[in-house]
């Protein structure tokens, strides 16, 4: 069990004016186990008065990007400045209400047992009325790849309300520019970081998603960023199932001349041979890139473990700093 336990509530936000009153409100100011609780807002290039509400409420910490990065880009933003702070845990939350703060006890218990490094909550989505067919549809297959890819068994991987201890942050780092919910549940599975799930409720729609311009649209970015994770984590099996067919293409038209061959009426096939050839060559191509994408991705492993290790020395150190320029308050 952790002691003087710090969470801090990350908030990534894009021109909330409106909405982040009633967020803020809705998160807790006690939880059992923690001993401090603090709100981060990210404000990512806002063009309203985001900040400015953030600090009327009182919120202790405020990062803004001078433009619009994204929503993946002020998660990992958001982690970094939690963990410079000090965070013994971090939740993230959206600024859009969508996620009651009531749960924020639930998913910080089985980190706070150590029972977990990463738990999301699970907002049973088949129930959520305001998603059309389509939208769950993409849920339920997004998932599935995620829990395929990771090993993990996350029933809502794109869930963006989660708690992480200050381990799991540390090995976080997000590449993708869409969204970030996918890739950090594949880095967990593959640094073999325990992931934890709850069920949850989500609030009334306060406003239309910003990551969400239509179903078709939803489908096409989803989709993309799903394949573009299973390239990225999984070369050398993307490109045998590429090549799969391929291979089976070429060695069926060689059997193919073979039993014509053998029953004296290869004689005018000749071409089954050639373009048999070229498609287990094709084959044995992207067999080959496969096996080059492992090699970078082997070579990705090691240098995100050394920006680990740097990372968590950096904040090391800068706690050690902090430390030693502490004044004792009966001398200031």
């Not at 809705?26 to 923690?34: A, E, F, I, Q």
């Not at 202790?60 to 998660?75: C, P, Q, W």
């Amino acid at each position: 069990m952790l002691t003087a336990v710090k969470l801090i509530i990350q908030i990534p936000c894009h021109n909330e004016e409106q909405v982040l009153p009633q967020t803020l409100a809705d998160l807790p100011t006690h939880v059992d186990g923690v001993d401090t609780i603090e709100r981060l807002v990210i404000d990512d290039g806002s063009t309203d008065r985001t900040s400015q509400t953030a600090r009327e409420f009182g919120v202790e910490h405020i990062v803004r990007h001078s433009s619009n990065k994204g929503l993946a880009a002020a998660f990992q933003t958001g982690l970094d400045a939690a963990l410079r702070l000090g965070a013994d845990i971090i939740v993230n939350t959206d600024a859009d209400n969508q996620y009651p703060g009531r749960y924020v006890s639930d998913l910080v218990r089985p980190i706070l047992r150590e029972d977990a490094d990463m738990v999301i909550g699970n907002r049973q989505t088949d129930r959520i009325q305001e998603f059309s067919f389509v939208k769950k549809l993409l849920q339920r297959v997004g998932s599935a790849v995620v829990r395929a890819v990771s090993g993990t068994g996350v029933p809502d991987a794109p869930s963006g309300f989660r708690a992480l201890s200050r381990e799991a942050a540390l090995r976080m780092n997000v590449l993708t520019g869409y969204t970030y919910t996918l890739e950090t549940i594949i880095q967990a599975g593959k640094k073999n970081l325990t992931i934890a799930n709850v069920p949850i409720e989500t609030n009334a729609k306060t406003r239309d998603s910003r990551l969400v311009r239509g179903s078709w649209s939803y489908a096409r970015r989803q989709a993309m960023s799903i394949l573009r994770l299973f390239i990225l984590y999984e070369p050398l099996r993307t490109f045998v199932y590429l090549g799969l067919p391929f291979f089976l293409f070429g060695i069926g038209l060689w059997l193919r001349y073979l039993v014509l061959l053998i029953g004296g009426g290869a004689g005018g096939h000749i071409q089954s041979v050639v373009v048999g050839a070229v498609a287990i060559l094709m084959a044995v191509l992207l067999w080959s890139l496969g096996m080059v994408g492992e090699l970078l991705a082997t070579n990705r492993r090691l240098q995100e473990e050394t920006l680990y290790h740097l990372k968590r020395e950096a904040l090391h150190s800068e706690s050690l700093t902090e430390k030693e320029g502490a004044v004792p308050a009966g001398r200031r």
